[in-house]
């Protein structure tokens, strides 16, 4: 007798509108030189901060509190969006697959089964991020999955790498190359032909998302697929040190293939041949799915589209179904509240720039594109930059994502207006501290906007993160001291951290007696959905983590 009507809540009356602002990379951390968001310039969040603390408080934004597999995990925008949309904490892609590797249920699988029909005559490929960041791959997985394949009978295996920069040091790269090349020559002493075939950035290689760049994409195809680069070598350290002395980091990298003494690349994808994408994270794997599986595709010139057997790791998107071969079942994310809201008439509005549009859409409705009802849900994205580092222009679109969510909440017509503010860890990312410092200014007053129309029209916001990245952008030691590399300068930290995030809520729309309840100190991303129910005027479902407010005074 399940049903998707909302009970009412007691004490919580309908009808205001909620502003629900994830500010992304945004997390707590003490007072330093290197944490942007206390160098930069931020009076709205310092006032909410500043305040009473009913209605300020930290959330657990990293580790098991967002399903990630240890406390070592450091958060990222898919787990913290799934579990703010979803309301419930799900085993992620990370742990999934762990599982799956170590009980061996993974060669057990569909997925497995199909590709290994190429084993016998043809090549496996394997295609993905390079590093142990644990976001969007890990390395101990594909060793895993590289010793498991062997053994069940992949004779000639071709790996395709992105060294990545992002989830982990810059510089990184070098050593998980030669931790992959150590485990290939395993292989080869055991006859089995496996080789590195290409490589490049994940940044400027193939792991684009939200169709901000097919030309990503297009890059990564042609070395992958089609063989071809701007770059050739004969060993991938080689590559890595040569492209790096350069001048390019890990993150852009440009694209290369390993050629034989013949100068021919020595792992193009061919008719009959298997291809597995081993990342497990979904966004920034979808496009690269849709180049390998759609018959019918016009994003770029594929020039020649093997006829193949192709897995992901996951199923990277729960709607189109892609990919549809997978060697490892993804969370199954179901019921969120944006499609318990829907069903309980709330009007969604949701925005971002194209760079993390997919996080409060795709994201927070459990890795699923689309509308749940046309009717009720409104989803605007504006374009991004494309083909810049956005220290560059570390104000992004803010002011735009800003005025977007201003509009739409004084025009009336919207319940909820959800946006996602990507300074703080777009820019983090960079790693340039000058410009993330800029970057948390001009999100700070994206928020002020926005908080701003709520106070007009009598609504309540509701202000977070995902996971924290622009308030530390050192790479630290046990005791917190910035670690100093071989010439003395400090390590940029460009990747996310383990901090917990903020939450505010306020607004004249606030219920009288609405605030933080007490008992709830270990709360976190998933505790979320139940609170913004709550304002809605509902009660959440009973599976939901508990919500973080109490009414008192009744
Ligand atoms: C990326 O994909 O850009 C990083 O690996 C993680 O960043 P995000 O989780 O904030 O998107
Ligand atoms: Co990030």
Known sequence: DFSWKLADHPNIPKGKTIALIVLDGWGEASPDPYNCIHVADTPTMDSLKKGNPDYWRLVRAHGTAVGLPTEDDMGNSEVGHNALGAGRIFAQGAKLVDAALASGKIYDGEGFNYIKECFETNTLHLIGLLSDGGVHSRLDQLQLLLKGASEKGAKRIRVHFLT????????????????????LEQLRKKGVDARIASGGGRMYVTMDRYENDWGVVKRGWDAQVLGEAPYKFKSAVEAVKKLRADGHNDQYLPPFVIVDENEKPVGPVVDGDAVVTVNFRADRMTMVAKALEYENFDSFDRVRFPKIRYAGMLQYDGELKLPSHYLVSPPEIDRTSGEYLVHNGIRTFACSETVKFGHVTFFWNGNRSGYFNSEFEEYVEIPSDSGITFNVQPKMKALEIGEKARDAILSGKFDQVRVNIPNGDMVGHTGDIEATVVACKAADEAVKMILDAIEQVGGIYVVTADHGNAEDMV???????????KNGQIQILTSHTLQPVPIAIGGPGLAPGVRFRKDVPDGGLANVAATVMNLHGFEAPSDYEPTLIEVVGN
Do not use: I, M
């Not at 990545?164 to 485990?183: K, N, T």
């Not at 030691?477 to 910035?482: H, R, V």
């Open 164 to 183: 990545d920069g992002r989830d982990v040091l810059d510089g990184s790269s070098v050593a998980f190359v030669e931790a992959l090349e150590q485990d």
């Open 475 to 485: 790479k630290r030691n046990k005791t917190g001291q910035p670690l100093l590399d």
